[in-house]
């Protein structure tokens, strides 16, 4: 059972900037993953955020995030991802999950189905 820990949600300021992280307990020799964030604000459907193949370097953005959002693997830990993100605006509120999926499933890695592991997610507050 892979466990993903979520960090670094908080309050910001309209126009501030947030970085998340989140660690997967997945083993060192299953490099064959997607990790994503997506995003759900009171009331509305979960939104993909980003993802990223733990192999090669291609990143992937929700339409409205590819400007502003930036998806990284951590340098340190191969199983930990970033999410910088930046010019925040109130709509970016929502609490943030961590997934990961096996690469097997990368057709659908914009779909919240195609994941089997979640965090327990962050809360972003963004005030006007």
């Known amino acids: 059972q892979v466990r993903l820990a979520e960090s670094g949600g908080g309050l910001v300021q309209a126009g501030g900037s947030l970085r998340l992280s989140c660690e997967a307990s997945t083993p060192p020799n299953d490099n064959d993953i997607i990790m994503a964030w997506f995003r759900q604000a009171p009331g509305k459907e979960r939104e993909f955020v980003a993802a990223i193949p733990n192999i090669g370097i291609t990143k992937y953005y929700g339409d409205s995030m590819k400007d502003r959002f930036t998806i990284s693997k951590d340098f340190v830990k191969p199983k930990k991802i970033n999410l910088d993100m930046s010019s925040l605006q109130p709509e970016d509120t929502a609490v943030y999950y961590c997934?990961?999926?096996?690469?097997?499933?990368?057709?659908?890695?914009?779909?919240?189905?195609?994941?089997?592991?979640w965090g327990q997610g962050t809360q972003v507050t963004v005030s006007s």
């Open positions: 997934a990961e999926t096996s690469y097997a499933n990368r057709k659908d890695f914009r779909r919240g189905p195609a994941y089997d592991y």
